[in-house]
């Protein structure tokens, strides 16, 4: 447990959160060097290829592929924000293993599986993190250590984002596998609760609670 606590005191720059961010990055961009075109679509068209080529087993992989531009610049920027957050707050071999295996290929293989979807993304993966911050936040509500104003807005943004990812508010775009998105909302619940329940899930230390 002290050394779990030591690296929480001691990391703050979100190291393998911009790793993901990097290899994102360089598979997207070799989806549009293999479309040969910059057309926003490009991603899709290569994603496609993909699947027809290697079958129903590309969804072990799908979740390193975006569609469009705007796909991968939002999911991109959603990834670093809440990947920030929870990477602070657990082992590195955790994280990895969080991101890629549970949130990563456990969303898309369980909505292929059991709703026969196809999902391309790391949607599953942002909306795993923000129920993980949702749900962490919530519990600093209830931490007298904490300053409410620090923390009202991670549990309210969060919140706001879990809900529209899964489609409780607001319209998603337009072929959406917002199944992925509920699986990917039910596995971070899981991750949350293995963390709190194993390696006592909290938060870095501020002036107000180290």
Not at 147 to 166: A, C, E
């Amino acid at each position: 447990m002290e050394d779990i606590m030591t690296q929480r005191e001691t990391k703050y720059w979100p190291t393998l959160t911009l790793a993901f961010g990097v290899v994102f990055a360089v598979v997207y961009s070799g989806q549009l060097l293999i479309d040969g075109s910059l057309s926003k679509d490009a991603g899709y068209q290569t994603a496609t290829m993909v699947k027809n080529t290697v079958g129903n087993g590309s969804v072990v992989f799908s979740w390193l592929f975006h569609s469009t531009h705007i796909h991968f610049s939002e999911n991109l920027a959603i990834f670093l924000l809440t990947g920030w957050w929870v990477e602070n707050r657990v082992d590195d071999d955790r994280f990895i293993l969080g991101v890629a295996v549970v949130l990563g290929i456990g969303a898309n293989v369980a909505a292929a599986l059991f709703f026969q979807v196809p999902g391309a993304g790391i949607s599953g993966i942002t909306t795993g993190l923000g129920m993980m911050i949702a749900l962490g936040a919530f519990e600093r509500l209830f931490d007298s250590t904490v300053r409410l104003m620090k923390n009202i807005p991670d549990f309210t943004l969060s919140v706001v984002f879990v809900l529209w990812s899964i489609g409780a508010i607001g319209p998603l775009p337009a072929g959406t596998a917002v199944e992925v998105h509920h699986f990917g909302a039910v596995f971070g619940t899981a991750w949350y609760a293995t963390e709190k329940v194993r390696y006592d899930f909290g938060h870095p230390p501020t002036p107000q609670n180290s």
